[in-house]
């Protein structure tokens, strides 16, 4: 199969926008592609939100994004394109030299196809272009593990959770996350329409099939089941 055969279209080139604040990076990028038969440059942007608007302008297949730019970054930026009616085929390649979760995850999230690190080869860049312009989805191969791995460890969190707290009834649920929200009885009493004797009663059964000896431990275990969470 050749080059252009890789493209969505035998008789076009994949178009493509280079969207980054550093004039050496998007220079380079411009030179290898455009070496390319089937991969041709159609503009450059140097902020998040000059790549928005000449995405709009240009309507390219792929959007190389970069993370860290000025103005608007480029998970904000990849959102906008992402939520643009008639912008629904153009697919954002996230590029960055930072490879954290929190960017994975946000970059996935705000719309993108895929995310690669700047430290790829030409190879597995120009690969990662015809991927994502055919409508897949891609991620750095160091990135794919640990992400498999941080959601195997989420889903089997989950589920030791949920199986910990199925000896709960769903009041005792309730009473348990106003717990761990530090409510005294008085107040989960107030919360729920409940006399404070019911729920000191509600905490008592909790805790028991619980295993807590104390109410600590049982906003412990509600912090740790993601019953409450940190930003509650």
């Excluded at 991620?139 to 030791?160: C, D, E, N, S, Y």
Aim: proline share 3%; net charge negative.
């Amino acid at each position: 199969m050749n080059a252009a055969a890789a493209s969505p279209s035998a008789h076009a080139a994949i178009k493509v926008l280079v969207a980054d604040d550093e004039g050496l990076v998007r220079s380079g990028f411009k030179v290898l592609l455009d070496l390319e038969e089937d991969i041709t440059v159609v503009a450059e942007a140097t902020n998040g939100a000059e790549a928005v608007e000449r995405t709009r302008a240009t309507r390219p297949d792929v959007v190389l994004m970069d993370i860290r730019m000025p103005r608007l970054d480029g998970i904000q930026a990849t959102a906008e394109i992402a939520g643009t009616h008639g912008l629904e085929q153009v697919r954002v390649l996230i590029l960055t030299t930072y490879d954290t979760d929190e960017y994975v995850f946000d970059a996935l999230q705000a719309g993108a196809s895929g995310f690669l690190l700047k430290d790829a080869g030409p190879a597995e860049l120009l690969h990662a272009i015809r991927v994502i312009s055919a409508g897949d989805a891609l991620l750095a191969p160091r990135i794919t593990r640990r992400l498999i791995g941080q959601f195997t460890v989420q889903r089997k969190a989950a589920q030791a959770a949920e199986d910990r707290l199925a000896v709960l009834t769903q009041r005792e649920r309730e009473v348990l996350a106003l717990v761990g929200q530090g409510l005294s009885n008085g107040e989960i009493g107030i919360e729920l329409f409940l006399s404070p004797a019911t729920v000191r009663t509600h905490v008592s059964h909790a805790m028991a099939k619980l295993g807590a000896r104390d109410r600590a431990q049982l906003v412990v275990i509600a912090y740790r089941t993601g019953l409450v969470s940190p930003t509650m």
